[in-house]
């Protein structure tokens, strides 16, 4: 009876300590663990590639194909990130209109949720570079215009309007690029734009950079009155000479009518 | 004063009288109305006159064996810096292009002298004197001012003043020395701020090191010394691509690092920023005149104004794994200039 006795308790304390042991850590587990977003929550985020999935296979597999291996007219979209997939879809440049030197601007095609689902399925085959959270134009103005000046304007012009490069390429103009956009434009360098890693330009350097390509198409003012297109001196000096000269002219002949 | 202007000058009307003298003393010019006409040669004779067309013709010919002797200089003289004699090339341009234009103005000087019609018309003109009270108050206060700043009163004072003066002439002496033989210093103009072993700064002064750029990336990178960053002809740019795309010369095998390249971005054509790089051609674009040069082949001119590739940076890394220059440009960087050598073996300076 002494030793049935002594066998249950034991057996039962087995079952409590377990107990036990599971609610501590359950509750340490709460108490400590960071709160997650809601997409960075696994089950949110397996649905985003769930759903990012069946819009890859609907808008998308024709050319990079159905398992991704790239093919007709596609490259394969193992390892470009979710930062490539935002730029090319927010921009509008994928779906691709048509076969050509470059990829054209145009209204995007997939709302910001799909965007997500779309970006979020091509990380999760293998990686790349992601979009960081929070908000990315919030740089330091006065950076990024010297980094802009250094890095960007000599394809972009200084005044973010874009020009030409060789055999009918061009940089295009960022006067309509959303903050990810831009940010995004760097992480993964589409097409012939160079690639700035975070080692070349660091994330708080892409923010300031972020911030003046805003703030410089945006917000800032032309400080004559016309922009005349911001392509600098030649149309600023067209404008001087055939309006100016225009001036002098009837000036002169102002001054010889009355002599 | 010939009869027949005289006569000329009654028939249209006109006064042939000279005026009366409006200041004191002799007229300036004496009275033009009673000099005598010295006419260069009346009339020639058949024989002069062909001997004088001969020689105004001569002139002209001579004009022309300068004209030719120019373009001939121009063309065939060796000019280039160090070239056998091309130290005459300038003069020779000179002399030539000054015996077109002196054979030219003497055969015409000798044409009026000689076979021209010879006669005198005659154009009234002012007194171009002011008046002599004016003269002499001007005198009167140059000398009061003299005395009064003491002139003539202190002869160490107005010597050492005229020496101060003289010596101001002596200032052109050195600007000489910059004119010439004495201007050709190929290596002011063939230098730039890269030394051996100068890290590879960018825009914010930081060193770039193995493993910052990604394949496709690209720094705009400046020598590491006193100034670097503001010295206009040591920009560069370093570029990553994957090391099978690079064609390397035998020569240059050493001057690249895993696909890390370096150029000057000094364009070879105009000098403007050669910095617009893609990253899938790897073309390097100059915006001013669309000169394209191959990043991935030694930057070699593929299309455009641009006459000779971009000159490389030979680099490495050193112990802490930061980008070095072995040295400067392999050629000077930029557009031509006189003393420029045609051709630069691919060595590191």
């Known amino acids: 009876m002494n030793s049935m006795g002594t066998s249950a308790r034991s057996r039962f304390s087995g079952y409590a300590v377990v107990v036990l042991a599971l609610a501590l850590l359950g509750g340490l587990y709460t108490a400590f663990a960071a709160p997650r977003t809601k997409a960075e929550d696994p089950a949110n985020q397996s649905i985003a590639v769930k759903e990012g999935r069946q819009l890859y296979l609907q808008g998308c597999s024709t050319c990079h194909g159905l398992n991704n291996q790239g093919g007709a007219g596609g490259p394969s979209l193992i390892g470009v990130g979710a930062s490539a997939v935002v730029f090319q879809v927010e921009s509008g440049r994928m779906p691709l209109a048509r076969g050509a030197a470059q990829a054209e601007r145009k209204p995007a095609k997939y709302d910001r949720t799909q965007t997500d689902q779309l970006a979020a399925y091509v990380q999760s085959l293998g990686g790349g570079p992601e979009v960081p959270a929070g908000t990315l134009d919030d740089g330091e103005l006065a950076l990024g215009g010297d980094l802009f000046r250094t890095n960007c304007s000599s394809c972009h012009n200084f005044a973010g309007v874009g020009g030409a490069l060789t055999r009918a390429k061009y940089a295009p103009a960022l006067t309509e690029a959303s903050a990810r956009v831009i940010y995004t434009a760097m992480q993964t360098g589409p097409e012939n734009m160079p690639r700035f890693s975070d080692n070349t330009l660091s994330p708080t350097e892409k923010r300031a950079i972020t911030k003046y390509v805003l703030y410089t198409t945006q917000e800032a003012k032309n400080p004559g009155g016309a922009g005349l297109g911001r392509y600098g001196p030649v149309p600023e000096g067209l404008v001087v000479f055939l309006v100016g000269m225009g001036l002098l002219i009837l000036t002169t002949l102002w001054i010889g009518a009355r002599a | ?349």
């Open chain 2, 1 to 349: 004063m010939s009869d027949s202007i005289r006569d000329r000058l009654k028939a249209t009307g006109e006064d042939a009288e000279p005026a009366a003298p409006v200041a004191h003393g002799e007229h300036p010019v004496g009275d033009p109305t009673t000099s005598t006409h010295h006419s260069y040669h009346g009339v020639l004779d058949a024989h002069s006159a062909k001997r004088a067309e001969l020689a105004v013709s001569g002139l002209f010919l001579l004009a022309v064996v300068g004209v030719l002797g120019f373009i001939a200089t121009f063309a065939f003289w060796p000019f280039e810096f160090g070239d056998r004699y091309y130290e005459w090339y300038t003069p020779l341009l000179g002399t030539t292009m000054a015996l077109a234009l002196l054979g030219l103005g003497a055969g015409a000087i000798l044409w009026a002298k000689t076979l021209m019609v010879d006669e005198e018309t005659v154009q009234e003109r002012h007194l171009l004197s002011s008046a002599e009270e004016d003269k002499e108050g001007a005198v009167a206060i140059l000398k009061e001012g003299a005395a009064d700043a003491g002139l003539g009163k202190y002869p160490l004072l107005r010597r050492s003043f005229l020496l101060a003066n003289g010596a101001l002439g002596l200032l052109i002496v050195p600007f000489l020395f910059g004119m010439g033989r004495f201007q050709f210093k190929e290596d002011t103009m063939a230098k730039t701020g890269w030394r051996k072993g100068s890290r590879l700064l960018d825009e914010l002064g930081r060193p770039v090191k193995l493993g910052d750029l990604e394949v496709g990336g690209v720094k705009s990178v400046f020598p590491d010394v006193h100034g670097g960053r503001r010295m206009a002809d040591s920009a560069a740019i370093i570029i990553r691509m994957r090391p099978d795309v690079l064609k390397t010369r035998d020569s240059r095998r050493d001057w690249v690092v895993d696909g890390h390249v370096a150029y000057s971005v000094i364009c070879t054509h105009l000098g403007c920023p050669v910095k617009l790089y893609e990253q899938q051609t790897h073309h390097l674009f100059c915006p001013c005149h669309q000169s394209t040069f191959d990043a991935a082949d030694g930057a070699k001119v593929l299309f455009g104004p641009a006459a000779r590739n971009l000159p490389q940076l030979a680099i490495a890394v050193d112990d802490e794994g930061y980008f070095v220059a072995q040295g400067d440009f392999n050629e000077p960087v930029g557009p031509s200039y006189w003393e420029r050598k045609p051709h630069y073996k691919d060595e590191v300076k």
